[in-house]
């Protein structure tokens, strides 16, 4: 009698236990697919040792290609969650909106130079026209960069709009008569960085900084932070841009996005804080 009572309490056990099991396999049954389908694809790779072959038109571009596309994917991010931002707070912070079009609308430049490593003639940017048709975003990210900042230092709609279209008109006239005129991508673009471009990012940086000093926030001096290294970067872009330094300065760029991307992040994390603190 003592030996079936034993078994019985084994069998209750023994399906306590595999219950248990089954129940946590279907709690976490992504995880299980997850490690399931690596291991398969473990077995086919050593199985069958693919290669991927060579693409010979990268051979030459590939750190372009590489920098590009984490420029893209963090030029979007940033547009992306700023326009959430945007919708999040009530769709009333014209700024925030204003700085997410302009990241948005930057992506494209970054989406070109993709192509351009892939050796498509239609985006090959050392061609004056082809310059044109990608870089003039540059034009549109600052005016809506100004225009973002301006609704912040004033109320005055007259300092929202016109230099807002002053950036614009002057962005493009010197776009048109350099690029498409003169057929000089370097003159170009030493004009508009030192004269519009650079300007831009100044009052930006000072901003931010300004904000993060009197708020004692962390954040907005991160923001402040990245583009002062945005700025540095495209000063270094007519010097170096033939050049292996070229690529330097990129991947300091891309560093640059993180840090805008990183500081925006926490923003509303460090406002909040403030607020409770209050």
Known sequence: ?????????????????????????????????????????????????????AVDVLQNTYPLLTLSIQAVILSYTIGIYLFYRWFKTGRSN???????LAFLIYGI????????????SWANMNDPT?????????????????????????REQKWHYLPTLFILISGYIIFTFGLLYAGDIELTMYIFLYSVWVPICVLVIYLFWLYGINSNTTSPKIISLGFVVL???YL????????????????????????????????PYEITILRYQE
Request: proline letters at 2%; aromatic letters at 18%.
């Open 231 to 233: 700025a540095i970067t």
């Open 1 to 53: 009698m003592k030996l079936i009572k034993y078994s019985n309490e084994n069998c209750l056990y023994m399906n306590k236990a595999t219950n248990s099991i089954t129940t946590k396999i279907t709690q976490h049954k992504g995880f299980f697919i997850t490690i399931l389908v690596v291991s398969i694809l473990d077995i086919l790779v050593i199985t069958f040792k693919p290669v991927i072959p």
């Open 94 to 100: 014209v700024s925030t909106l204003s700085w997410s």
């Open 109 to 120: 430049l970054f989406a070109g130079l993709v192509l351009q490593s892939f050796g498509f």
């Open 236 to 267: 270094l872009w007519a010097p170096t841009h033939t050049s292996f330094m070229y690529y330097i300065a990129y991947a300091f760029f891309v560093l640059s996005l993180v840090c805008i991307l990183i500081g925006f992040v926490i923003l």
């Open 130 to 154: 082809i310059f044109f048709l990608y870089r003039h975003v540059m034009i549109i990210w600052t005016a809506l960069m100004y225009y973002g900042v301006s609704h912040i230092i004033t």
